[in-house]
């Protein structure tokens, strides 16, 4: 055994420990602020995540920004609309399906959720686009989202990404809410050279700040909380941290969105760590 690296190890994550226990005490006692670690600390911080395998291919923020609740709500839409958008010619048949319905005619089929999600499916797309490339994709997605319901005013575009299983393009956009992301809020359409075969729309409205400004968790912090949780103890690069707010969908009309630390790893692993109490959002 390699007793000098063993104890190097064991020295560095009770140096660790000592930080994350600060850290949680300011965050109970000064429940308006932002916990920043100092130089020394965060060298610590990022020592210790080297030596556990893992880089940075981005710059973190020292803190981040303390902010209350979201309010958030669904969408409301008329679904006689919504049919007539996707299908102007009418509908072949209606199947109930569990928490929705679905709208099919021919081999085309629209699939409306009781929590507002969207889905929308074209196996007859004959659109000949000769030269596709990003920039056209991107084009051709934002012609068919403003004929079919136009674009949320908190939607922001996110990607344009090559899939190479269609040949085609991901476009999606995601609810941004005064410079924050809204997890788990998006539109995102697959583009081929036959035109958009694939739109899905499941888009939180946000309301408002609700409560209290309150205190966050260093991205730092987060950080750890993910290698602590990955699966995989292999050695990974961290794409992008970004702060934001993070929500399932509920049966309800308006509910509480937190404020998360979103962790992206090179592997294309996404995790939401809650920027209030450094627990991860499943």
Request: glycine share 8%; aromatic share 12%.
């Given at each position: 055994?390699?007793?000098?690296?063993?104890?190097?190890?064991?020295?560095?994550?009770?140096?660790?420990?000592?930080?994350?226990?600060?850290?949680n005490l300011f965050i109970k006692t000064m429940?308006?602020?932002?916990?920043?670690?100092?130089?020394?600390?965060?060298?610590?911080?990022?020592?210790?995540?080297?030596?556990?395998?893992?880089?940075?291919?981005?710059?973190?923020?020292?803190?981040?920004?303390?902010?209350?609740?979201?309010?958030?709500?669904?969408?409301?839409?008329?679904?006689?609309?919504?049919?007539?958008?996707?299908?102007?010619?009418?509908?072949?048949?209606?199947?109930?399906?569990?928490?929705?319905?679905?709208?099919?005619?021919?081999?085309?089929?629209?699939?409306?959720?009781?929590?507002?999600?969207?889905?929308?499916?074209?196996?007859?797309?004959?659109?000949?686009?000769?030269?596709?490339?990003?920039?056209?994709?991107?084009?051709?997605?934002?012609?068919?989202?403003?004929?079919?319901?136009?674009?949320?005013?908190?939607?922001?575009?996110?990607?344009?990404?090559?899939?190479?299983?269609?040949?085609?393009?991901?476009?999606?956009?995601?609810?941004?809410?005064?410079?924050?992301?809204?997890?788990?809020?998006?539109?995102?359409?697959?583009?081929?050279?036959?035109?958009?075969?694939?739109?899905?729309?499941?888009?939180?409205?946000?309301?408002?700040?609700?409560?209290?400004?309150?205190?966050?968790?260093?991205?730092?912090?987060?950080?750890?909380?993910?290698?602590?949780?990955?699966?995989?103890?292999?050695?990974?690069?961290?794409?992008?941290?970004?702060?934001?707010?993070?929500?399932?969908?509920?049966?309800?009309?308006?509910?509480?969105?937190?404020?998360?630390?979103?962790?992206?790893?090179?592997?294309?692993?996404?995790?939401?760590?809650?920027?209030?109490?450094?627990?991860?959002?499943?």
């Open positions: 055994m390699d007793w000098k690296r063993a104890i190097w190890i064991l020295v560095v994550s009770f140096f660790v420990l000592n930080i994350v226990l600060v850290a429940p308006g602020e932002s916990f920043k670690l100092e130089e020394d600390q965060q060298k610590a911080l990022m020592t210790y995540l080297e030596s556990r395998g893992i880089k940075f291919e981005t710059q973190l923020p020292d803190k981040g920004v303390a902010v209350p609740f979201l309010e958030v709500g669904r969408e409301s839409s008329d679904q006689e609309k919504l049919v007539e958008m996707f299908f102007s010619e009418g509908v072949e048949r209606v199947e109930k399906i569990e928490g929705g319905e679905k709208f099919i005619s021919g081999r085309r089929q629209l699939i409306l959720m009781e929590s507002g999600s969207v889905i929308f499916e074209d196996g007859e797309a004959t659109e000949e686009v000769p030269e596709l490339n990003g920039e056209r994709a991107l084009q051709i997605a934002e012609k068919f989202v403003k004929d079919h319901g136009g674009l949320p005013e908190h939607a922001k575009l996110n990607y344009v990404r090559y899939e190479p299983k269609t040949g085609g393009y991901v476009v999606e956009y995601v609810g941004n809410y005064r410079g924050f992301f809204v997890a788990n809020s998006y539109i995102r359409l697959l583009v081929t050279r036959s035109g958009v075969v694939r739109f899905e729309r499941n888009f939180l409205k946000p309301i408002g700040f609700e409560g209290k400004r309150r205190h966050v968790i260093p991205p730092l912090t987060a950080v750890m909380k993910v290698d602590a949780e990955r699966k995989s103890n292999s050695p990974t690069v961290v794409k992008k941290v970004e702060q934001g707010f993070y929500s399932q969908f509920y049966n309800a009309e308006r509910w509480l969105a937190a404020p998360v630390w979103k962790v992206e790893l090179e592997s294309g692993e996404i995790y939401y760590v809650n920027a209030y109490t450094g627990e991860l959002e499943r």
